[in-house]
């Protein structure tokens, strides 16, 4: 099916309350459950079997260097040692840094307190598009020597799925009463019942239809491709920097894009020399960018975007100039929009192209996603932009309804 080629007013409005009730339905979860795994005051779980305990801390022999988090008790802790059981806690020093090879950090921007945050308008919830942080991470080298350090980041999501049992069920006349048979014993029925939910983690959809199908969730298991799609919009749509802007004109500089082979987000750190034992900060951003025009817009010349952008606007002159070297902010930004488009725009495949895009595709003059590309370049149209945003909230209306928790996983190598 086709989308229209324009959004009126009326589509544009029904697009926005999709949107709005996906964050919604995505804040009820992580509230009533009370389990914000995106926490404002860090805690984390170390996943490596050769590390050892000792006193204070924790350490590894085999690298040099040590990472650690400053932070406190996490909130549920139990449900993310049930979910893999190979997550240890570790032990904080006297200035309550946690140190390990490994950790998991949890986040959000200002955690309210569980048992009095609501879900309304005038109090968002923790975690939704908008949202953003620090990952207060930090090298401990325990050489001298100047070395490099690569730091992965994955944002790891999570479903919640309905498990069901089936049971004997007496079967009942209109009065309710036993029916029972020639031998005047109970006749029964095997009925399903709800008995409880499943929190899995979406790595691949043969993983989730197999606990999906243990749950006897028959519709998860039909939606498991729904389900890894809305993990991989997660992953489009959080966005990493290197740096936060003190200015109110746009929140950040030096966007992390590359990814690695594993399609995490990757970089390298520098570790100066004569730094044994100092704890050394990597500074990491992340926000869950909350429009199209935040992120793809080159400015804000054709009054499409309502609120600051992510990173700083390209000048006149850049945007006569492009592609500017070095590459700016903004330019990396469109460049990984376009590189991992369909992890930023749901069934982009399917937007309706107009007659001069079509002719492009069946004269083989553009591929459809040479042709998205140069509408992302152009989206200071209206109607490119219309298009491609109904693209990215329709991502998040999935993220919404698919996922239930997440978390960001740094590992440092």
């Known amino acids: 099916m086709t989308k229209p080629n324009n959004i009126n007013a009326d589509a544009g409005e029904d697009i926005r309350n999709r949107r709005k009730s996906a964050l919604i339905k995505l804040a009820i979860v992580l509230v009533l459950a009370i389990i914000v795994w995106l926490f404002s005051s860090i805690a984390w779980f170390s996943k490596n079997k050769n590390a050892s305990g000792s006193g204070m801390s924790v350490t590894t022999a085999t690298m040099k260097f040590d990472i650690a988090t400053k932070g406190a008790k996490i909130r549920n802790e139990s449900t993310m040692t049930n979910i893999n ?13 946690y140190s390990s090879d490994r ?9 309210d307190d569980p048992d009095t945050d609501i879900n309304e308008y005038e109090n968002p919830p923790d975690i939704s598009p908008g949202s953003s ?7 401990i080298p325990k050489v001298d020597e100047a070395f490099s350090v690569n730091v992965s980041l994955n944002v790891v999501a999570f479903a919640e799925i309905d498990k069901y049992k089936t049971v004997a069920e007496v079967v009942t006349d209109t009065n309710s009463e036993p029916v029972t048979d020639e031998n005047e014993e109970p006749v029964t029925t095997m009925v399903t019942q709800k008995a409880g939910t499943e929190i899995i983690e979406l790595t691949n959809e043969n993983a989730f239809r197999t606990a999906a199908s243990n749950a006897g969730n028959e519709e998860a298991y039909d939606e498991a491709a729904q389900y890894l799609a809305a993990a991989d919009y997660l992953r489009g749509h959080i966005l990493f920097f290197g740096e936060s802007n003190d200015t109110s004109s746009y929140y950040y500089v030096s966007p992390i894009t590359e990814r690695n082979a594993d399609s995490h987000i990757s970089f390298d750190f520098d570790i100066p020399a004569n730094q044994s034992g100092e704890k050394i900060q990597v500074p ?16 804000n010349n054709s009054e499409l975007r309502s609120g600051p952008p992510v990173v700083e606007d390209l000048t006149n002159e850049q945007i006569t100039a492009l592609p500017n070297d070095p590459m700016t902010d903004k330019e990396k930004i ?23 895009e079509l002719y492009q595709i069946n004269n083989n003059q553009k591929t459809p996603a040479q042709v998205i590309d140069s509408m992302i370049d152009s989206a200071d149209s209206e109607n490119n932009f219309n298009r491609l945003s109904d693209c990215y909230n329709t991502a998040d209306y999935a993220i919404g309804t698919k ?3 997440f978390m960001i996983e740094v590992a440092v190598n």
């Not at 806690?89 to 840094?97: A, L, P």
């Open 334 to 356: 469109i460049q990984y929009i376009k590189v991992n488009k369909d992890s930023f725009l749901k069934d982009w495949s399917l937007i309706d192209f107009t007659q001069a």
């Open 103 to 111: 950790l998991l950090l949890r986040f959000t921007p200002d955690a």
């Open 133 to 139: 942080g620090e990952l207060n991470l930090y090298v």
């Open 85 to 97: 059981t190979e997550y240890i806690e570790g032990v904080s020093d006297e200035e309550d840094f």
């Open 403 to 405: 996922i239930a928790y």
């Open 284 to 299: 990491i951003y992340w926000m869950w960018t909350n429009t199209f025009g935040q992120i793809a817009l080159k400015n």
